[in-house]
C-alpha cells in the first residue's frame, strides 16, 4: 500500500481523500494555490506545498509544480480528484516516467475515453447501447449530410475532444447542417485545439443516468448501480440522487452487466462512471461517454451501497484486489446530493467572500461533504461548489424529507447560497413525482405562464 499520497486538488475533495487516506493510515500532502493558503484541506494534511498563485493554470492545473511536490516530499502516489488535471492522460503519463502511482485508469484509457467519437466506437464494439450516429469524426460535408438523412432529424453535433456539454450543436433541418458543422468544427478548433466532431441522433429531453464502477488490476470489474443526475442547469448537475427512479432491478442488473463486460473489454482499472442518457418515450438506455475519474456525486452510491468508493479506489491502484465481489454489493434505500453553491440562488450570479455565520445540518441520514466553516473565505478563483449535501432515507420519499429538513437547518450568511433554490425544487411536484429530465430546470425556472382572462 502507499505511505504518502500528493493531493492534486483543493477544497471538499481534497478533503474527501484525506478522509480516505487517514481510515487508511495513509500519509497525506496538500498543494494550495496562494488563494488556498488557510483552507482546511492545507490543515488537515500532514504536509502542504504552495504551488503558485491563484490562477489556476499555473497552480493546481500546472504539471511540473505538481510533480516537483511529490518528488520533494516523497509521495509514492497522486490523487487528482476531479475537474483540474483529473482526466490529463498527460499527467498519467508523466507520473509513470517518474514512479509515482497515478490514481485513475492508464493514460491508454484515459486517452480513450477522452476522444468522444472512439470511445463511442470501443464501446459499441464491446456491446453497449449507444446512440445511432457516424462511425467516428464526420469525414466532410457530403459524409455529414449522408449521416444526417440517415439518423432523421434532428441530430447533434459533439466535439470529438469535448464532453460535459461544450461544443455541441443541435441541428434540426437539412438547410442548418453545413454551417453548423463548420462552426461546430471551428469552436472545437479552438476549444480542444482538435476540430473533429461526430453526429449523434438528438434525443429531446433525455434522462441522464450514469453507472458507476470499479476495477482492479487483475481484471475484476464490478458495477455499484446507476445515479440520476437529470437535475441540471447548463450542464452544471444540481440534484443527483441513487438509484434512478425508473430502472428496475432487472434494468439495473442488466445496465451494470453491459459496463461491466465493456469496462474488462477495455482494461479499466480504477473507479470509473459510464453516462447514459434515456429516452423517455421508450425507456431504452444509450451510452454518451464515459468518465475516468472520481466524480463530484459519488457519495450517493457510497450511501446506497455502504462502500467507500475513495478507499477502494486507491486499494486498487496500489494494485490490490478489489475487496468486495459484484455479489457482495447490496443496495438500499435512496440518496440524494444538492450541490450547494456558492452563487445568487435565482441569477445564479458567483458569490465568493467570507462566511461569517455558519452552521450545518446533521441528524439522522444526512451527510455533508464540505471545506467551508465560520469565517472561511470562498476565493473568486475557482468553482462555486462549497458544499455537497446528502441525505439518506429508506426510499426517496424519506430521503426527500430528510433533505428538506436539512437545507432548512443550514446557516451559511455572508454569502448567497442555492439552498433556497433547492428548497424550492424540493418542493416541486414534478420533482417529487420523479417526473424529471434534462429540460427540468428550464421549465422550473421558465416565469409562470399568466392565467387565461
Ligand atoms: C445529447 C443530448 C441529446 N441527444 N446527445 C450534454 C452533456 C453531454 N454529456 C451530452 N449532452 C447531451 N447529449 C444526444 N444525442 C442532450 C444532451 C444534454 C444533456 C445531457 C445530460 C445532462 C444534461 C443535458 C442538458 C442538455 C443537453
Same mark, same amino acid.
Given at each position: ?46 504536509? /502542504? ?8 493554470? %499555473?497552480? *493546481? =492545473?500546472?504539471? &511540473?509544480?505538481? $510533480? ?121 478548433? /479552438? ?8 453526429? %449523434?441522433? *438528438? =434525443?429531446?429531453? &433525455?434522462?441522464? $443516468? ?244
Amino acid at each position: 500500500m502507499f505511505k504518502k499520497i500528493l493531493i492534486a486538488n483543493r477544497g471538499e475533495i481534497a478533503l474527501r481523500v484525506i478522509c480516505a487516506c487517514r481510515e487508511m493510515g495513509i500519509k497525506t500532502v496538500a498543494v494550495f494555490s496562494e488563494a488556498d493558503e488557510h483552507s482546511l484541506h492545507v490543515r488537515f494534511a500532514d504536509e /502542504a506545498v504552495c504551488i503558485g498563485p491563484a490562477r489556476s493554470s %499555473e497552480s *493546481y =492545473l500546472h504539471v &511540473p509544480a505538481i $510533480i516537483s511536490a511529490a518528488e520533494i516530499t516523497g509521495a509514492d502516489a497522486i490523487h487528482p480528484g476531479y475537474g483540474f488535471l483529473s482526466e490529463s492522460a498527460y499527467l498519467a503519463e508523466v507520473c509513470e516516467a517518474c514512479h509515482i502511482k497515478f490514481i485513475g485508469p492508464g493514460p491508454s484509457v484515459i486517452r480513450l475515453m477522452g476522444e468522444k467519437s472512439r470511445a463511442r466506437r470501443a464501446m459499441k464494439k464491446a456491446g453497449v447501447s449507444t446512440l445511432p450516429g457516424s462511425d467516428g469524426a464526420v469525414e466532410s460535408e457530403e459524409d455529414a449530410q449522408k449521416v444526417a438523412l440517415d439518423l432523421g432529424y434532428p441530430v447533434i453535433i459533439k466535439a470529438s475532444n469535448g464532453g460535459g456539454g461544450r461544443g455541441m450543436r443541435i441541428v434540426r433541418s437539412p438547410e442548418e447542417l453545413s454551417q453548423a458543422l463548420r462552426t461546430a468544427q471551428r469552436e472545437a478548433q /479552438a476549444a480542444f485545439g482538435i476540430g473533429d466532431v461526430y453526429l %449523434e441522433k *438528438y =434525443l429531446e429531453a &433525455p434522462r441522464h $443516468i450514469e453507472v458507476q464502477i470499479l476495477g482492479d488490476e487483475h481484471g475484476n470489474v464490478v458495477h455499484l448501480g446507476e445515479r440520476e443526475c437529470s437535475v441540471q442547469r447548463r450542464h452544471q448537475k444540481l440534484i443527483e440522487e441513487a438509484p434512478s427512479a425508473v430502472i428496475s432491478d432487472e434494468q439495473r442488473a442488466a445496465l451494470g452487466k453491459m459496463v461491466v463486460d465493456a469496462a474488462k473489454a477495455v482494461g479499466y482499472a480504477s473507479a470509473g462512471t459510464f453516462e447514459f442518457l434515456m429516452d423517455t418515450s421508450t425507456g431504452q438506455l444509450y451510452f454518451i461517454e464515459a468518465n475516468t475519474r472520481l466524480q463530484v456525486e459519488h457519495g450517493v452510491t457510497e450511501l446506497v451501497t455502504g462502500i467507500d468508493i475513495v478507499k477502494e479506489q486507491i486499494r486498487v491502484a496500489s494494485g490490490e484486489r478489489l475487496s468486495f465481489t459484484q455479489d457482495d454489493v447490496q443496495m438500499s434505500g435512496h440518496a440524494i446530493e444538492c450541490r450547494i453553491n456558492a452563487e445568487h440562488p435565482t441569477t445564479f450570479a458567483p458569490s465568493p467572500g467570507r462566511i461569517d455565520a455558519f452552521c450545518l445540518p446533521g441528524g439522522p441520514g444526512i451527510r455533508v461533504d464540505t471545506f467551508i466553516h465560520a469565517e472561511a473565505t470562498v476565493p473568486p478563483n475557482y468553482d462555486s461548489l462549497v458544499a455537497k449535501l446528502m441525505s439518506f432515507g429508506r426510499d426517496r420519499e424519506e430521503a426527500i424529507a430528510r433533505m428538506r429538513r436539512a437545507l432548512e437547518m443550514t446557516v451559511i450568511e455572508g454569502i448567497h447560497t442555492s439552498v433556497p433554490m433547492h428548497l424550492r425544487i424540493l418542493a416541486d411536484e414534478d420533482f417529487q413525482q420523479a417526473r424529471i429530465s434534462t429540460a427540468f430546470m428550464e421549465r422550473f425556472l421558465a416565469p409562470p405562464t399568466p392565467p387565461k382572462a
